[in-house]
């Protein structure tokens, strides 16, 4: 039985991932840690900081809260040998830096997504990359979510920009040369890719990968329509993490 520490388990995510994780035979969650009360505690004791656990009790910390949080997280799993799989995404360079330095103490698993789709959405984009002439992603989000663009359609754009230069295909240069609203055609999230965040009530998390090429198109869509969605990838990494030290970034290899 592997013993769970969920940080932002007052959160959106936090509920979610305490209500199923700790429904598995092999999991239990022991403890929500939150800087708020959590509605509902799901047989886990509440703390406000991991300083106030004790580790020993601890097998593994799952980080769904904010990207501060997760330095904070890191230095106290490298301190204690506790693995930690984070969700959390945001961090700027530094604080990735921080989590790097953390994982030569112990095993972390960092995804910016944990849903099975969205690892597959990634290969197939990958597969298609090189065959199209252009291609820009739509990430859709809840009006909660406080960075844009997503965690995922940068590690998607990153992918795909990969697969390109593999097959020799130049960076995409934008065709427009009139801006009427600075904006209007999104951010480069690297080699010309181009990336479109909305945020609206009542999506939860979504992304179409849209490629374009002489007389044909091919859109990838993925949608999560609930919380439960990230829940086996997050699975996954905790049964993983005792056989990955270091730092494992996304979930893939965890998927045959
Ligand atoms: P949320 O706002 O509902 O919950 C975040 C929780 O973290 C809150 O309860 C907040 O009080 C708590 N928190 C903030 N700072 C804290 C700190 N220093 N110490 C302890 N608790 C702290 O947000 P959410 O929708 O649950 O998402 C949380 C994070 O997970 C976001 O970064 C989001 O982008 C990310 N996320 C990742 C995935 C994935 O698959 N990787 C999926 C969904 C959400």
Redesign the pocket.
Known sequence: MKSLAI??G?????QSLAARLGAQDDLSVTAL????EPRELFGARYVEALSDLDATGIDVVIE???A??VV?SANWCAEHGVALVI????LNDEQRHQVEAASAKTAIIM?????IGVVLQERFAKLAAPYFERVEIIELHHD??A?APSGTSLSTAAAIAQSRADAGQPALVDPTTHHVLAGARGADAGDGIMVHSVRLPGLV?HQEVIFGGPGEGLTIRHDSFDRQS?VHGVALAVRAIDNTPGLMIGIDSLIA
């Open positions: 940080v932002g007052a959160g959106r995510m936090g840690v939150d800087v708020h769904f809260s904010s501060a949080s904070t969700g959390t995404t945001g995804a910016s997504n944990f849903s909660h979510k960075d998390s990230f």
